[in-house]
């Protein structure tokens, strides 16, 4: 077997994208993951509309959808009084996938899973990274499987190993933070109770947060709790061993609902952390996703996180041969501070919703309850509902200080080089689309202006995909990069275009 050019070390949402993302863009990749098979028990819930929308290039959301409720429900438990909330309702504007998706973690592995195997390429499960060292600028993995040794030599290693990361320590790279004083409880349980079914039930009380879903996958409820962090040995962010009968019923208990747990077939707590790593990068060792970076599950943000790193390092990955060294060197500079964003934020939500603090129990004991009867009319209303998902879908995420962020200097109104592309409406040719319709497919993707010229065409390589955009007037060019965002724009043609094109290796 000839060296891959990415090593995949992780087959979860992360790795299995990044390994997706780099062979669309022409790498070899090779996908092992030291777990006998893909673990089932679901712990993330939400796919993003910004999620979906960087998933797109890779032909993957039709299917996540068709798993996916896009019109979820949630009742909102405050004390005596339940709080209604459609959240299908909360129509968002300017993206493809104006609402919000849970969709099952298992779900999002499989249909990714599918994917790669459509494309020759199978995860190889029971393979464990031993060791990973640079000599002489090669790389070296050892891998150990029921096979044996095996010593493979590729380009690039990505850790997407999870926040105990075998490629983080091998890199000898710090990973910085600390613990939480709580932890999660998860469990899949029958209950003998009169909650509605296809709704999401939640609990923000004194003790911390309850969620109870018809989501399970050993039985019909599944059960997300908080309480304090107990001491016990499972790596941080693993499901450690199962959760007695009577401690998951008192989490029900303490949250007020009247709900027996009749059997309950799997169940595990989990230790939290919030820590990120101090480099993201490490020669041609990468980390993505938790193995990056880690939080709690408020927000819903580590999943989503995951993948968007992996949809920005993976084509660069590819091109990195016919690009220039700034190249690879923006996945750090672009995704570490977007992921320290992204950890402030979890940590914000979950100190409210969670922790043991004597101020939010405070809150949520005393303060939430007397605010209920308002919630309803600022819940029922569109606008607020999309302003609160829009958020959790990261519309801060923007590069406009990377090296691969290019323009004239003499720009008009649009996006800046960085910006996510916006959903516009345009004409391009004798049809109406909108850019996402346009960009939904691997590579660079140029979009002209009506008068626009570029001497360059003619050269373009299978990377650069043209689109001429009847309905801009003057000689603008836009370059959208494989991850949805501008890396260059010029208002009057080409100008320095081809040395973009060389800088990201699409020339």
């Known amino acids: 077997m000839s060296p891959p050019d990415v090593l995949v070390v ?5 790795g299995l994208t990044l390994a997706l993302q780099a062979h669309e863009h022409g790498a070899t990749v090779r996908v092992v993951d030291r777990r006998s098979e893909a673990f089932r028990r679901s712990r993330a819930m ?17 299917a996540l959808l068709d798993r996916a409720d896009r019109t979820p429900r949630a009742q909102l438990h405050l004390g005596s009084r339940v709080v209604d909330v459609r959240l299908g309702e909360a129509a968002m504007s300017g993206t493809p996938y104006p609402h919000l998706t849970m969709v099952r973690q298992a779900d999002v592995e499989e249909v990714l899973t599918q994917a790669l195997s459509r494309r020759g390429v199978e995860v190889e499960w029971g393979v464990e990274l031993d060791a990973v060292d640079v000599t002489g600028g090669q790389t ?30 091998s890199a000898g790279i710090a990973w910085e933070g600390g613990p939480y004083r709580e932890e999660i409880v998860l469990a899949d349980l029958e209950l003998e109770a009169g909650l509605t079914p296809d709704v999401l039930h939640v ?62 077939p799997w169940s595990a707590s989990v230790r939290l952390q919030h820590r990120v790593a101090r480099r993201f990068r490490q020669g041609p060792l990468f980390l993505a996703g938790d193995a990056a970076h880690t939080h709690s599950p408020a927000a819903a943000q580590g999943m989503n996180t995951g993948i968007i790193d ?60 007397l605010f209920a009867s308002a919630l309803p009319a600022v819940l029922r209303q569109p606008r607020a509902m999309a302003a609160v998902i829009a958020l959790l879908s990261q519309p801060w995420v923007r590069y406009p200080g990377s090296a691969l962020s290019v323009s004239d200097g003499l720009l008009a109104r649009g996006p800046r080089p960085g910006d996510r592309l916006p959903n516009r409406a ?22 002209l202006a009506r008068e626009a010229e570029c001497a360059e065409l003619g050269g373009l390589g299978p ?44 020339a």
């Open 46 to 62: 939400i796919v993003h509309s910004r999620t979906l929308e960087c998933l797109r290039p890779l032909g993957v959301t039709a």
């Open 140 to 169: 070296r993995a050892t891998l150990t499987s029921a096979d044996g040794r095996e010593l493979v030599t590729p380009r690039y290693v990505v850790g997407c190993d999870g926040p105990g990361s075998k490629v983080r320590d």
């Open 10 to 14: 992780g087959a979860g949402p992360t």
């Open 426 to 447: 345009v004409t391009c040719g004798d049809r109406q689309a909108r850019l996402h319709d346009l960009t939904a497919a691997p590579g660079v993707h140029l979009l």
């Open 203 to 264: 609990v923000a009380g004194r003790r911390g947060l309850l969620f109870l879903f018809a989501l399970g996958e050993g039985a019909t409820w599944r059960l997300l709790g908080t309480r304090p962090a107990r001491d016990g040995g499972q790596p941080f962010g693993q499901p450690g061993e199962a959760v007695p009968a009577a401690e998951v019923q008192a989490l029900i208990d303490d949250a007020g609902l009247e709900a027996q747990a009749r059997e309950m």
């Open 310 to 369: 992996a949809v920005n390092l993976g084509w660069k990955l590819a091109y990195a041969d016919h690009g220039s060294p700034a190249l690879l060197d923006s996945y750090e500079h672009e995704r570490r501070p977007a992921a320290r964003q992204s950890l402030a934020l979890t940590h914000a939500v979950f100190f409210a919703e969670a922790s043991t603090h004597p101020l939010p129990q405070l809150l949520r004991g005393r303060a939430l309850p």
């Open 463 to 506: 990377r650069v995909t043209v689109h001429r955009i009847d309905s801009w007037p003057g000689t603008g060019i836009t370059a959208v990069r494989p991850d949805g965002h501008v890396g260059y724009r010029s208002s009057r043609g080409a100008h320095a275009l081809s040395d973009w094109l060389k800088l990201v290796g699409a």
